[in-house]
């Protein structure tokens, strides 16, 4: 039986990463030109036991992508799936270990290729360590994509019931969290926790002022704190990063970031 580690680690990067593929193939203009008029089926899986998988499938409909947690069970045939033997060899082989290779079921090999080409997109992406200089676009792109690994990973970690995050969750009334970069609303993703549940959302949080945000001037100064470069006090003092809220609950959401960046390490 997999651990609590391996279950947690593999949670983030099936509900958390993976689905960023679909966020990569939008905004990279050469990989959306080759998704052009194709309709595709891909999934990515991990076996728990004989009988059970997890697993995410995307479904591409005329370039448009849909991402959906679990196993496709829909009329058409999946035209690539990459199979994980087991929980932990998909979480080593997501961490860079190239020895924990997945079985690949092709039917559509062209199809194939354009899905491994927004893959490594994403893994050269996110193995970025130095916020980029002089590339704003690409430093859009990063700050949108840890946003939404950020905000959907702690979700997740939450309704798998890791023990911080849930009691967390458990013992909050109905509060939203914000990330966002100033003059780039389209960086910004939120968690909303209530009561031991939480939802994960792209974009802003309209229902009402979120109960916490933390917001930065720019793309880089984001990136600095995703990535571990920047002095958050120094950077505080700048303005270079605001929160709107209590900095209790900064010191909060800043941990469970965290904890969701160990286990994607």
């Known amino acids: 039986m997999a651990s609590d580690e ?12 993976l ?14 030109k080759k998704f052009e008029g194709v309709n595709a089926v891909y999934q990515v899986s991990a076996k728990v036991n004989a009988q059970e998988k997890e697993a995410v499938h995307f479904i591409v409909e005329n370039g448009e992508w849909s991402v959906k947690l679990g196993e496709y069970f829909g009329q058409q045939k999946i035209d690539a799936e990459l199979e994980f033997a087991s929980m932990e060899k998909m979480n080593a082989f997501m961490k860079g270990d190239m020895t924990k290779l997945p079985k690949m079921h092709i039917k559509s090999f062209s199809k194939f290729v354009k899905f491994m080409m927004v893959l490594l997109k994403m893994s050269s992406l996110l193995s970025i ?3 980029p200089e002089n590339d704003e676009e690409t430093s859009v792109l990063l700050c949108k994509l840890y ?13 798998l019931g ?9 013992k909050s009334p109905d509060r939203c969290y914000q990330w966002e970069v ?4 389209e960086c910004t ?18 229902r009402a002022k979120p109960f916490f945000c933390m917001k930065f001037d720019s793309p880089t100064s984001a990136l600095k704190i995703l990535l571990g470069t920047g002095d958050m006090f120094q950077m505080t003092a700048d303005k ?10 900064g010191v909060q959401i800043g941990d469970y970031m965290m904890v969701v960046g160990d286990l994607a390490k």
């Open 129 to 131: 360590a130095e916020p």
């Open 189 to 206: 993703a939120y968690i909303r926790i209530k009561a031991g549940k939480s939802r994960a959302g792209r974009g802003e949080y309209k």
């Open 19 to 32: 689905p960023l593929m679909k966020t990569i193939a939008t905004d990279v203009p050469n990989l959306k």
């Open 147 to 159: 946003f939404y690994l950020l905000s959907s990973g702690i979700s997740q970690l939450n309704k």
């Open 162 to 170: 890791h023990p911080a995050i849930h009691e967390w969750t458990l």
């Open 182 to 185: 100033v003059g780039h609303p």
């Open 240 to 249: 270079q990063l605001m929160m709107e809220g209590g900095p209790e609950f």
């Open 6 to 17: 391996t279950r947690y680690t593999n949670k983030v990067f099936m509900a958390g990463a």
